[in-house]
């Protein structure tokens, strides 16, 4: 039997707000435990949340990227359940009606083997506001469990999909986009090793080409993609495996050991709690209006999906060259300066996709930490615009400028990589490799096409690379005459 | 002097005819005197009581007195104090120094005013008659055989008894109004959000809500005029202009619209009690007031309706008490859920773990549509009772209590007989509207006690100020609210 897998994903974003989303205690990361729990941290007999206003905010911008309704008029819950770091014994968080409804992303899905890159549409089913919990520390101190709730009370938006992806592939691309989209628009810092942004993935199986869903386990808290990946796969054999042995899968919440590569039950859906979840009456409705949105909406920076059309229009970029370089907002802005630095804008896509991509890859840089400024690469491209070299001294320079070793005309000079463009100097080198290839001349004269390229490679390599092979190429026609 | 009300204590003060420091230590004799019997007070520091006492008379030294500066008051015991014991009358909180203070404490440091100490409750605001307060019960100044009500019966009995000048209260079904109706006070649970909840521990934090309890309607203006305000802490809290309580108080009478809602002269009101609620009506027939017949159709949903809402909002408002941070933890545990279990089993009282389980029942799956939602829709189905009869008169007007103050262990075991204590004072709780209970006579029981009995009087949101003048204007009139206790002196004093 042929079996489908089906994935849908909940992502806990935390929002970049610098104080927590129900008290004015900081958000900072790595402080020494409870220097950042205050009394409503602590969850003290008396005290109130008070909403975040920057917090909604977020919200407000997670829900026009996505397209999605923005709920004029939603409520926070509690959720009750009892746990140490959980303070007040409550995690306040939306239920029936969170702050962002339906939206949708568009992912790249990139080729694998024999099959192609394409895009999906996946579906947001909602984003909702909560609070973190704290944290528990075991062995800090001999023989006692401790308690840090600096985190307790930071803002986090629940993002959740639809069951809409159908691979590991898909889902770490959907994973990738939204981790691109939350920092593009300012609103998560991506930090993945703090847990800044972490998935829980919604795995089932079923027959292809049946409709009912199969019973899903839901893998906890994966904060790498490459992680994700495995997991899944791992996941979705099992289940494949554990069906195709006669068993049945149980509802469970399964924890992912890198270390083994594999999934394994953490509990049972059974022993979950029942979180009588009610509107927390501490709290007001969220009403946000359309003025709220419009004064959001004009702050927001261009979106991913408006810069790649206006890639496409203004430069003239295919639509998978304008999606590759809108996939990153820090790629996209390497890449607009370089074009305003005065580089033509395909060769600047070709570079930055290319070479600056694939250095960058190499030394696990980001490109906001890129050796070779977008100016930088800019001078270079103009530099192969007007034959000052060709486009393999042009790889060479670049790499001395990765290593430090001067801006690009110096670089030129320095190796000698000028560009012979002087009509005369051309030909002498011509008559030269005409003269001393009589063979090959009488071949081309026979009709032996690949004759020429020879030629041509000959006077190159006579120039030692130098010579404009444009130019070569055009005296080299006239000179046999074809 | 321990008889004065706020104003001339103030101008006394202001002239210098007495020091805070002495009005101080007048009440503190009087507590070390009465209060190991009546058992008002949970807290007492006599050196920050006096530090404070002090720190008044060098502001009215230097000329920036309040209206309020240098008088004794009691606070509630649910007020967090900075570095005061702060219990809400529970073995859960009963090693509780809180490190911060309430916005209602903050007030009244603003103020100047004294802190005498933290007044007993019943534990966590639940109950009538003070009875399940950890810290035992407090006798009624009027009879020690008798509850004084609850839950805020500490600041009850410390006012009749003149324990202090006056007190804070809170009410969530009735708390200010029942004890004051007992112990022969005039109290104002104010509307849903014009004081901050801010340090205020929770019950029911959809009605829960601080007020004056005093011995006039004068004396509870000026403690609204503290108490009263926005604060950014409480999102509940109002964003309205700061008003002043006294402004109508001299206001005439005439022409007064008095609503009487024929449900709360029905079957199993007392009748002592309903004899004296009528004398008072014909009182205010005599100041002007015009006297409507009005209905509040759904008044006796209102018990089983706030017996759904308020325990189920307590049971996760008391979640916090979990033995991990502060307040009473098991000595002896083997995990962590057994910590749990134990340290709540032990610090909570058998009230507060019947709302608990009745709390956490009406929210469990499959019960929260039938119990939370429906109780949800009858509390609207309450607010528009009110609006409607709003329509037709300016205050309502009935009894605040169904009886005079009950004996000591009368209705301990009988929770439901308890509940409906509250009766007449809950339905203003679920709409959020402002109520009040003001001395109207006394109704003499079987046993020969003559008891004080209550008139309450509930005004339209954000009406306290057209209440005060309609308690003001009866309390020109009458002099019920002047009486006090005779209280028997203590065996071992002179």
Known sequence: MEWEVVIGLETHTQLQTKTKIFSGASTAFGSEPNTQACEVSIALPGVLPVLNKEAVNCAIKFGLAV???????????????????????YQISQYELPVVGKGAVTIQVPAAGKNPAYEKVVNITRAHLEEDAGKSVHGAVEGM??????????????????????????????????????????????????????????????????DKLGTRREIKNL???????????????????????????????????????????????????DYRYFPDPDLLPLEITEADKARVRAAMPELPEAMKARFESEYGLTAYDAATLTASRDVANYFVATVKAGADAKPAANWVMGAVSAKLNAEEKAITASPVSAVQLASLLKRIADNTISNNAAKQVFEAMWDGEGEVDAIIDAKGLKQ???????????????????????????????????????AMKASKGKANPAQVNEMLKKKLGA | MINSSLKTLGQM????????VELTQAFLNRIDTFNPEINAYIALDQQKTLAQAQAADAIIAAGNAGPLTGIPIAQKDIFCASGWKTTCGSKMLANFVAPYDAQVV??????????????????????????????????????????????????AAAVA???????????????????????????????????????MIAFASSLDQAGPMAKSAEDCALMMNVMAGFDERDSTSLNREKEDYMRDLNKPLQGLRVGLPKEFFAEGLDAGVGAVIEAAIAEYKKLGAEIVEISLPNTGLSIPVYYVLAPAEASSNLSRYDGVRYGHRAAEYTDLMDMYCKSRAEGFGAEVKRRILIGTYVLSAGYYDAYYLKAQQIRRLIAQDFEEAFKHCDVIMGPAAPSTAFKAGEKVD????????????????????????????????????????GLQIIGNYFDEARMLNVAHQYQQVTDWHARMPDLPTPQGTK
């Not at chain 1, 939204?178 to 609103?187: K, S, Y």
């Not at chain 2, 004051?180 to 909840?197: H, I, M, N």
Request: hydrophobic share 35%.
């Open chain 2, 161 to 199: 008894a003149r324990l202090c000048a006056a007190a804070t209260g809170t009410d969530t079904g009735g708390s200010i109004r029942q004890p004051a109706s007992l112990c022969g006070l005039t109290g104002l649970k104010p509307t849903y959000g014009v004081v901050s909840r801010y340090g």
């Open chain 1, 145 to 210: 469990s401790g308690i840090d709730l600096n985190r307790a009370g930071t803002p986090l938006l629940e993002i959740v999909t639809e069951p809409d992806m159908r691979s590991a592939a898909e889902a770490v691309a959907y994973a990738k986009k939204l981790h691109e989209l939350v920092q593009w628009i300012g609103i998560c810092d991506g930090n993945m090793q703090e847990g800044s942004f972490r998935c829980d993935v919604n795995v089932s199986v079923r027959p292809k080409g049946t």
């Open chain 1, 67 to 89: 397209n999605a309704e923005i709920t004029p008029r939603s409520v926070f819950a509690r959720k009750n359940y009892f746990y140490p770091d959980l303070p007040k014994g």
């Open chain 2, 13 to 20: 003060l202001a002239k210098k005819e007495v020091s805070s």
């Open chain 1, 223 to 273: 904060n790498s993609f490459k992680f994700m990946q495995q997991a899944i796969e791992f996941e979705t054999r099992w289940q494949i495996e554990t069906l195709e042995d006669g068993g049945t899968i149980q509802q469970a919440t399964v924890l992912f050991n890198p270390d083994t590569g594999e999934t394994r039950a953490m509990r049972s859906k059974e022993e979950a709690n």
């Open chain 2, 414 to 453: 009988d929770p439901v007989a308890m509940y409906l204590q509250d009766i007449y004072t809950i339905s203003t709780n679920l709409a959020g509207l402002p109520g009040m209970s003001i001395p109207a006579g006394f109704s003499t029981g079987s046993d020969g006690k003559a008891l004080p009995v």
């Open chain 1, 420 to 458: 012979v463009s002087d009509a005369g100097a051309i030909e002498a080198i011509i008559d030269e490799v005409l003269a001393a290839n009589a063979a090959m001349v009488e071949e081309f004269k026979a009709g032996k096409e690949k004759a020429f390229n020879a030629l041509v490679g000959q």
């Open chain 2, 106 to 155: 903050t007030q009244f440091d603003a103020a100047g005013a004294v802190n005498l100490g933290k007044t007993n409750m019943d534990e966590f605001a639940m109950g009538s008659s003070n009875e399940t307060s950890y810290f035992g019960g407090v006798k009624n100044p009027w009879d020690f055989t008798r509850v004084p009500g609850g839950s805020s019966g500490g600041s």
